[in-house]
Nanobody, 130 residues
Framework: QVQLVESGGGSVQAGGSLRLSCAAS????????MGWFRQAPGKEREGVAR????????FYADPVKGRFTMSQDSAKNTVYLQMNSLKPEDTAMYYC???????????????????????WGQGTQVTVSS
């Protein structure tokens, strides 16, 4: 198992930036797919971005492409989500999640399916005002 702790959420105006962090402890092998999900009130949880720890490959949902960047610091067992040009529709609770024993293919093909992730952080709130 892996334990995840998110930080970095907050309130910003539209057009602003935030960087979320997710520190992992426990299992930290490279065969992990680390994902960021978000859930707004009254909406289903959706995948935002994910990274395959083995080689750093990243994948993004269409609504955030070109604005969000996911990265990792393997030495710190931490993944980040840099969010730029934020919009009010980005307002949500953001969750970090881990898919263990993953391959690059499963991360790419199934990484938006939250049922594939076995470990979740507690979430961090992001609020973007217009």
């Amino acid at each position: 198992q892996v334990q995840l702790v998110e930080s970095g959420g907050g309130s910003v105006q539209a057009g602003g930036s935030l960087r979320l962090s997710c520190a992992a402890s426990g299992y930290t092998g490279s065969n992990r797919c680390m994902g960021w999900f978000r859930q707004a009130p009254g909406k289903e949880r959706e995948g935002v971005a994910r990274i395959y720890a083995g080689d750093g490959s990243t994948f993004y949902a269409d609504p955030v492409k070109g604005r969000f960047t996911m990265s990792q610091d393997s030495a710190k067992n931490t993944v980040y989500l840099q969010m730029n040009s934020l919009k009010p529709e980005d307002t949500a609770m953001y969750y970090c999640a881990a898919q263990l024993w993953a391959t690059l293919a499963t991360c790419r093909l199934t990484g938006t399916n939250d049922r594939m992730y076995t470990s979740w952080g507690q979430g961090t709130q992001v609020t973007v005002s217009s």
